[in-house]
């Protein structure tokens, strides 16, 4: 395994670093213009003249920012929705992948139960039954009403379910002599030797979780219970509602929303936190975990 | 085998029930939506006293929803949320109602939850209203009849304020003599297109305004060609505009204005012009339009255009002002506000004047609308306490009085939209305009007005106070100059829309009913047809696209429109 | 009895997922009668008239809809072949990355445009391909006259498939490398033994390894055939590419433009699960009946 690696093994690794060294850049480049945009003076911001590096280096957006309640407020209510709705979306993945992830010769009904979840991929009432479903079981303004009504992830849970068919059989058979339930099988040998595709869920989990922003729009009655991007979302206004005349009102509210870069600061820092999340879960990416568990 | 079936048909059975009991609780429920109040349960019964803002000897709950814009002043404490609103406070130890806020949401967000709110059958006992859904409500037989609460508590000067208009915007909000809604309505005159154009460029080259759209058209060219900026570089453009042709800004309502062609409005639909024969025909497809947009098409051929004004919303177009881009736009009175502003605060001698919108013979008549209400606002029919409601508009406009003034500053948490209902003085603009005039010709230092429009003539008092101090404590420069210019100079914003107001320079939009039903199942298709067409055609397709254009309008549905708008016109319209 | 003894566990683990799907997911699609019906929100589902398949006729027989549908299936068709092989060509080359860091550093770079709405992202792609954005720098250094992209419908539409491509590719390359790691490490170990190179490896262990979820993804794809990325065009398009991306989602968002018309938008989201669920169903089950295995 010492021998050096050949001609073409060299040059397909040269390329292949050059290469994802680019895309590297492309995905990066949003996150630098943000961040320029929101360290530049607020008139270079409005004239457009910002690309990839500040023009009229100024904090001041970082200062406002530091004092703006409303975004710590939501991101707090975000940190609690991913927190809660991570836990009890993961749970649900867990138990009710692992059964429909048995053959159909040990589970007679598996295919039934798959695709009364499946179909619900598919089908969706829209939006003003689930609003009137969501009022009606009472959890209106509360955050279980970004919680519960996707509590089950029938996407994650197909995953899951195939990430868990993929554990070698002798696995659970041997569980099976030893006398332990399905139960124990699940939370002792499935769990264990699933980690990175937990954490491949776990993240898509979280992700989701923060991403969401209109569900807030709809069940929280009040701005103070946004979670952050539901806040994020007030401040950008890209698709302008349909007005046809600007009154005097609305006027007062456009010179006072001339705040581009506090705005850009809010939504850089409001990804922030969701950015360091990948890197912490990469660790569980290792190779060879289930097959060092198969071993033992 | 047989164990199995069993648990089969189990397991099935307590599928079908438990869907069958979601669906039916569900059903039940916004079945009785119709029937029942959602307002009155708690309400206790209250004998109302007289007068305008009279005090209630009991608490009375009135229930609200609302839009909200963030609180504007950045004095505003930190956190505030509309429900700690000090406007609520305040209100309810003067006349004792107790405001609770079923919801709040965003402005643009409001009217989708407004939907659900409806379709759910949760409305408050207040109602803000678009005419749509004013419309809808009032076929439903869902509102209360305001005409007696409304002779009995309107104050003075609400009454005064509805009466202004010789009673036309209240008149379109009733049926049968019935009041279902009081509107919140304002000057239509506010939609008067000028031109905007920067003097110091116009100095630079040496070019006096222009008159005619000739006149125009030089200009507009030398302000590509001739670096009206003078630093040296070609990047310059003359006329601003962004993606969609009809808008609320950087369009071209004005410019068609100038062939007496008369498209819109600014809304996705046509504008409805009284023809010869007393019936009204749709602007949008008059012939005069082919000559505007011939000139457009050569507008962008030459670069007067920016090559990409296809791609651009507002928010692009603001930052070609603001980076001194263009030189010319056609818009409100309300430009120097914003975003002029931007582009003063960023070139100090950008120097922007308004002028009549030309036309192919001298100065021309822009499109007016016959009314301008934003908001309509109604009561439950189920609401115990419908004078509430007028109650609380008085409320709104007393506060507005100097007596109030150092109460009502915004670090005390008063934070004005955030209450509702707020019925203006329609005339605002027009009382700030002579009180601070007044005020400047006596060289007063403080405004002495004492009625309900003192907050708001003060406040704009202070901006020109400090434009003309040269004062940046409380605004920038750009900003002071900006409510100056809008709002009180002669030929500024105001100042010269009142002018040609009193020149009656100006053709009506006659149609102001909601879309006609045809509108509604058509409009979309009719709208992406023009937006295709017109941009095609400026960008270089030939002009005679326009009259294939005219003939699929009235064929997908324009003609039905137009008979529509017609029966509209004759049966329901106020004359 | 010794089934239903063996089974109950599994049944029960599903008991939660259940209700929740039934509750959420289900109830609400009593909705769908909205289609049927000229619904109006304030009269409910029950007041609402019944107009049969009117809703239907209506927006079938719209003129343009022809074109949109069409338009629809194109950029989906891209959008999902190209989700599927350029986050597998980059799960591929990644997994040859032997510098774990690097690897982990390219990971988040790819996956970071994820957590950007295209709110936010929209304006940053019309501005790198506007007329003097980077990408015409680049075609002007190259001697040609720059390229209005966003202004010409076949450019335009590959800018859309091409900038969703690279927002969300990072979400099935993290399924794949998770599959990867999945693979049995002796695989890999017993093939270096026996000379084969890292060409042979890839294409006789892995791709064979990662085969179940590259046929999962498929498949799921396959549902959204006529979902071409609403917020996206809706953000990024401008009259003069109508004729070319123009889809379902955003046509049916300017139908509400003068009020809005929940029943055709009802008619067309059934009409889009009606479509999905059958080519997924054909799928799942051409997959069980020639190949014996279940996709899910």
Redesign the interface.
């Known amino acids: 395994?010492l021998h050096k690696p050949s001609l073409s093994?060299r040059m397909?690794?040269v390329l292949?670093?050059l290469?994802?060294?680019l895309?590297?850049?492309?995905?990066?480049?949003?996150?630098v213009?943000?961040l320029s945009i929101s360290l530049s003076s607020n008139?270079a911001a409005?004239?457009?003249?910002v690309k990839l590096w500040p023009v009229g280096f100024s904090l001041d957006a970082y200062m406002f920012l530091g004092?703006?309640?409303?975004f710590f407020?939501s991101l707090w209510v975000s940190i609690e929705r991913v927190v809660l709705g991570t836990a009890v979306n993961m749970f649900?993945v867990f138990?009710?992948a692992?059964?429909?992830a048995?053959p159909?010769s040990?589970?007679?009904?598996r295919?039934v139960?798959?695709w009364?979840?499946?179909?619900?991929?598919?089908?969706?009432?829209?939006?003003?039954?689930?609003?009137?479903?969501?009022?009606?079981?009472g959890i209106m303004?509360s955050i279980w009403a970004l919680i519960?009504?996707?509590?089950?992830n029938?996407?994650n849970?197909?995953?899951m379910?195939?990430?868990f068919?993929?554990i070698p059989r002798e696995l659970d058979e041997a569980a099976t002599i030893d006398g332990a339930?399905?139960?124990r099988i699940?939370w002792q040998i499935y769990l264990p030797v699933s980690l990175?595709?937990i954490?491949?869920i776990g993240?898509?989990t979280i992700?989701g979780h923060?991403?969401a922003?209109f569900d807030g729009?709809?069940y929280m009655?009040?701005?103070?219970k946004y979670p952050l991007?539901t806040y994020l979302?007030?401040l950008?206004?890209?698709?302008?509602?349909?007005?046809?005349?600007?009154?005097?009102?609305q006027?007062?509210?456009?010179?006072?929303?001339?705040e581009k870069t506090l705005r850009t600061a809010q939504?850089f820092m409001g990804?922030l936190p969701?950015?360091l999340v990948?890197?912490f879960l990469?660790k569980y990416?290792?190779?060879?975990?289930?097959?060092g568990s198969?071993k033992e | 085998m047989k164990s199995s079936k069993t648990l089969k048909t189990i397991l099935l059975l307590s599928m079908v029930m438990a869907a069958f009991t979601a669906c039916s609780s569900k059903g039940s429920d916004s079945a009785s939506t119709g029937t029942t109040t959602p307002s009155g349960e708690t309400k206790t019964e209250t004998a109302a006293p007289e007068g305008p803002l009279s005090k209630y000897p009991e608490p009375v709950e009135v229930t609200e929803v609302m839009g909200f814009r963030p609180a504007e002043d950045p004095r505003t404490p930190k956190g505030l949320t509309p429900d700690k609103n000090a406007y609520l406070q305040q209100l309810k130890d003067m006349l004792n109602i107790d405001v609770k806020y079923k919801w709040t949401v965003p402005t643009d967000q409001f009217e989708q939850k407004f939907a659900l709110a409806m379709a759910s059958g949760d409305l408050p006992d207040i109602l803000e209203l678009g005419q749509k859904d004013y419309e809808k409500l009032r076929k439903q037989d869902m509102l209360a009849d305001l005409s007696e609460a409304y002779e009995k508590y309107a104050s003075p000067e609400l009454k005064k304020y509805m009466e202004s208009d010789g009673g036309f915007s209240m008149k379109v909000f009733s049926k049968d003599g019935k009041q279902y809604g009081i509107p919140s309505f304002e000057d239509p005159f506010l939609s008067t297109q000028l031109l905007w154009i920067r003097k110091d460029w116009l100095d630079n080259l040496k070019l006096q305004p222009p008159t005619t759209m000739e006149e125009l058209d030089k200009i507009a060219e030398a302000f590509v060609k001739n670096d009206p900026d003078q630093n040296g570089k070609d990047d310059t453009y003359g006329v601003a505009l962004q993606k969609t042709l009809f808008f609320w800004g950087f369009d071209v309502r004005g410019f068609f204005n100038g062939f007496n062609a008369y498209p819109s409005v600014g809304d996705a639909q046509t504008a409805w012009i009284k023809g010869n024969d007393g019936k009204l025909v749709p602007g949008l497809i008059q012939p005069e339009m082919k000559q505007g947009l011939s000139m457009l098409q050569s507008w962008y051929q030459r670069g007067i255009l920016n090559k990409e004004f296809a791609l651009k919303d507002e928010n692009k177009v603001v930052e070609d002002i603001t980076a001194g881009k263009v030189g010319i736009s056609y818009g409100e009175w309300w430009y120097p506000a914003w975003p002029l502003n931007l582009n003063v605060d960023k070139d100090p001698k950008a120097n922007w004047i308004a002028i009549q919108i030309p036309s192919i013979s001298g100065p021309g008549k822009s499109l007016v609308p016959k009314l301008r209400s934003g908001r309509i606002y109604a009561v439950n029919k189920n609401m115990k306490n419908p004078e509430a409601a007028i109650k609380m508009m008085n409320f709104y406009i007393e506060m507005g009085k100097k007596k109030y003034t150092d109460m009502l500053k915004p670090e005390n948490g008063f934070v004005y939209n955030w209450f509702s209902p707020r019925v203006y003085n329609p005339g605002q603009i027009e009382t700030i305009y002579t009180e601070v005039n007044k005020a400047l010709a006596a060289n007063q230092t403080e405004i002495t007005l004492d009625d309900e429009n003192y907050t708001l003539v003060k406040d704009v008092f202070n901006y020109v106070k400090d434009y003309q101090s040269g004062s940046t404590k409380i605004a920038s420069k750009g900003t002071n100059w900006g409510g100056y210019f809008s709002r009180v100079a002669e030929n500024g914003g105001w100042g010269l829309t009142r002018q040609i107001k009193e020149k009656q320079a100006f053709v009506s939009n006659e149609f102001y009913g909601i879309p006609t039903s045809t509108q509604v199942e058509k409009g979309s298709q009719l709208d992406k047809l023009m937006q295709e067409t017109f941009t095609k055609i400026i960008l270089g397709a030939p002009i005679d696209e326009f009259d294939k254009f005219v003939t699929s309008w009235k064929t997908l549905g324009g003609d039905k429109i137009t008979e529509e708008v017609n029966a509209w016109y004759n049966e329901q319209a106020v004359k | 009895m010794k089934l239903l003894r063996k089974e109950y566990p599994l049944h029960l683990m599903l008991v939660p997922g259940v209700i929740l799907t039934l509750i959420y997911a289900y109830g609400p699609m009593a909705g769908l009668v909205m289609a049927f019906q000229q619904f109006e929100p304030l009269s409910g589902f029950f007041k609402s008239e019944w107009v049969g398949f009117d809703n239907f006729t209506y927006v079938f027989n719209l003129p343009d809809f022809n074109q949109v549908l069409w338009n629809t299936i194109v950029i989906s068709l891209f959008k999902m072949v190209l989700f599927l092989v350029v986050p597998l060509i980059l799960a591929l080359l990644l997994n040859e990355v032997t510098r774990r860091w690097f690897s982990r550093f390219i990971q988040s770079a790819i996956f970071l445009p994820f957590f950007l709405s295209w709110t936010v992202l929209g304006g940053v792609v019309i501005e790198l391909f506007s007329m003097d954005g980077p990408v015409n720098g680049i075609v002007k250094s190259l001697g040609s006259e720059p390229i209005m992209f966003m202004l010409n419908n076949d450019w335009f539409r590959g800018i859309i498939i091409g900038s969703d491509v690279w927002k969300g590719m990072g979400y099935n390359m993290i399924v794949m490398l998770a599959a990867i790691t999945g693979i049995n490490a002796t695989l890999y170990e017993a093939a270096e033994v026996d000379g084969a190179g890292k060409w042979k490896q890839m294409v006789h262990i892995t791709l064979p390894g990662i085969a179940p979820i590259i046929i999962l993804l498929s498949v799921l794809s396959l549902g959204n055939v006529l979902n071409a990325g609403f917020e996206q065009i809706l953000i990024m398009y401008n009259p003069t590419v109508y004729e070319g991306a123009d889809v379902i989602d955003t046509f049916v968002y300017r139908l509400g433009m003068f009020s809005q018309q929940f029943g055709p938008a009802a008619a067309v989201g059934l009409f889009k699960s009606v479509i999905s669920l059958g080519l997924v169903s054909i799928t799942y089950y051409a997959a069980y009946k020639y190949n014996n295995y279940r996709i899910f």
């Open positions: 395994m093994r397909f690794i292949n670093t290469l994802l060294t895309i590297t850049v492309l995905g990066i480049i949003p996150f213009h943000l008139t409005m004239a457009g003249e004092e703006k309640v409303e407020r649900l138990i009710t692992f059964p429909l048995r159909n040990q589970f007679k009904y295919t139960y798959v009364f979840f499946a179909i619900t991929m598919f089908f969706g009432g829209g939006l003003i039954p689930t609003y009137i479903v969501v009022k009606n079981t303004d519960l009504p996707g509590a089950l029938v996407w849970m197909v995953l379910l195939n990430f068919r993929s339930g399905y139960w699940l990175p595709s954490a491949t993240l898509f992700v923060w991403n922003w729009i709809l009655n009040s701005p103070d991007q979302s007030t950008i206004t890209a698709i302008n509602s349909q007005m046809s005349s600007m009154s005097p009102e006027l007062k509210s456009m010179e006072n929303l001339s939504i990804a969701i950015m990948y890197p990469q990416f290792v190779k060879g975990m289930t097959v198969v």
